[in-house]
């Protein structure tokens, strides 16, 4: 972080360089040092940070980039799930609306649901960029799907220990890689405001 690579990847306007060939570049050559540190750096600057710069409006990348950048706010991106992986139009993690507190209700209503194999899930990340189906109902009206959204969730406290209605585990060594700490996530009701819904 001190070297400033991880701004080459992130557009000027939100305090980067824009440098996506400096970026590979750079990414590459990490793994030929260490490719546990380049996995992290991948998830990191890449996945999660890409999330918000990518998905986020100016506000929100405002607030997070920098931090995201320096390395003072470490991150997951919290998609692949234990029943489908991948498969991200059928994910059945949910992100409800409540009409009446103005936050997102952020569930995994069942273990195929669960976050898996997520990167700095384990241990390291503090927020988590999560896919999830949005969901909105008025009183009395019935769900409405809207599809995956990704909405920006706090996981972890400053002491690194789990934060209300959230559950975290790690997956354990991953074979060649023991730097990386891939882990599982649960959600149980866990409110965010709307301002944590990316765009």
């Not at 972080?1 to 306007?13: N, Q």
């Not at 400096?22 to 990490?30: I, P, R, V």
């Not at 706090?154 to 975290?168: E, F, K, N, Q, S």
Request: proline residues 6%; hydrophobic residues 40%.
């Amino acid at each position: 972080a001190d070297s400033g690579m991880p701004r080459l990847g992130f557009p000027a306007e939100d305090g980067g360089t824009g440098d996506t060939g400096g970026a590979l570049t750079s990414f590459e050559m990490l793994g030929h040092l260490d490719l546990s540190l380049m996995v992290k750096a991948g998830v990191q600057w890449g996945l999660f940070g890409g999330a918000i710069a990518n998905l986020g409006n100016a506000e929100t990348r405002a607030k997070y980039l920098p931090g995201v950048m320096s390395l003072d706010l470490l991150g997951c991106f919290a998609m692949t799930e234990v029943g489908g992986g991948s498969d991200v139009q059928n994910l059945e993690t949910t992100a409800t609306f409540d009409p009446e507190t103005g936050e997102f209700v952020v569930t995994t209503p069942t273990p195929s649901a669960e976050k898996a194999y997520i990167g700095n899930a384990a241990r390291d990340g503090r927020l988590a960029a999560v896919f999830a189906q949005l969901i909105t109902a008025g009183p009395g009206e019935e769900p409405v799907s809207h599809g995956v959204h990704s909405l920006v969730v706090p996981i972890r406290d400053a002491a690194g220990d789990d934060l209300p209605g959230v559950t975290t585990s790690d997956c354990g060594y991953k074979g060649g890689l023991p730097g990386v700490d891939n882990g599982r996530l649960r959600f149980d009701q866990v409110r965010v405001p709307r301002t944590a819904l990316l765009n």
